[in-house]
């Protein structure tokens, strides 16, 4: 069974980093396409970052240039680093793995941006 596990959000004031990582277990991970998706108050879940298992890359707008997606595939993790973070960017980040058509989630882990 495919689990997520999220980690490495909380509180940071305006312009700062934080990197979170999503631990998988139960897939064949190196083959599969990973996301980062976050879902403010009040708001839809929309995607923020893609990284497919050759590891190309897709990004939102509004964090091109400023967040990076990678995959550690001997660690079965996939990072999310967030640079120059703004108020907007507080949600809940969720890790997403799609194996052979079937999306997974993580429970998510909450960043605040926030001074």
């Known amino acids: 069974q495919v689990q997520l596990v999220e980690s490495g959000g909380g509180l940071v004031q305006p312009g700062g980093s934080l990197r979170l990582s999503c631990a998988a277990s139960?897939?064949?991970?190196?083959?599969?396409?990973m996301g980062w998706y976050r879902q403010a108050a009040g708001k839809e879940r929309g995607l923020v970052a893609w990284i497919t298992s050759g590891g190309t890359t897709n990004y939102a707008d509004s964090v091109k240039g400023r967040f990076t997606i990678s995959r550690d595939n001997a660690k079965n993790t996939v990072y999310l680093q967030m640079n120059s973070l703004k108020p907007e960017d507080t949600a809940v980040y969720y890790c997403?793995?799609?194996?052979?058509?079937?999306?997974?989630w993580g429970k998510g882990t909450l960043v605040t941006v926030s001074a």
């Open positions: 139960g897939s064949i991970f190196s083959y599969n396409a």
């Open positions: 997403n793995e799609r194996q052979y058509g079937i999306d997974y």
